[in-house]
């Protein structure tokens, strides 16, 4: 299996800006997610970090996001990773079916939800709270391309919503300085 340097020089050579900033939002919240549901945390941040190596390529295809990735990552992660990054993009005619492929659709997907939230809370990541956050979920015009009904698939891996809300903002407050969230202090 790939180490994290080496996956993070492949990542950082296939993508820039936010992309990187996601693929480590969605690393922190998979092993956090792997460390809940006692799976491989390894594995998991792995490829939260991966899934989506071949964004940039595929962008005008989206129809191949995931795949190609799986493609190139083949012989670097085992076949249950290189599935779930296949089918965190149903578009590409996958499905989600363990619950590896459903943390890894509702890990990333929600990484867009409370990067939007830190970003417009004077106090950023200190203090978030699963209530705000599903309030924010209800207002369809906040951060509007995350698509909430992913998010909810965190009950296709035994988490309420308020418990992998609250995860998901552990694990990216504990990342908040490397992906530009850290607030300063008066």
Known sequence: MIERLEALALLQ???AGHLVVHALETEAVMRKL???????????GLTGLLHDLDYQDTKDTPTQHGLLSAQLLAGKLPPEALLAIQRHNEINGNQPETVFDHALRCGETVTGLIHAAALVRPEGMHGMNPKSLKKKMKDKSFAASVCR??????EHIGLDLTAFLTLAIEAITAIEAEVGLAVESA
């Open 149 to 154: 009904e992913t998010i909810k698939e965190c």
């Open 13 to 15: 050579d296939r993508v």
């Open 34 to 44: 792997a460390d809940h549901l006692g799976q491989d945390m390894q594995l998991w």
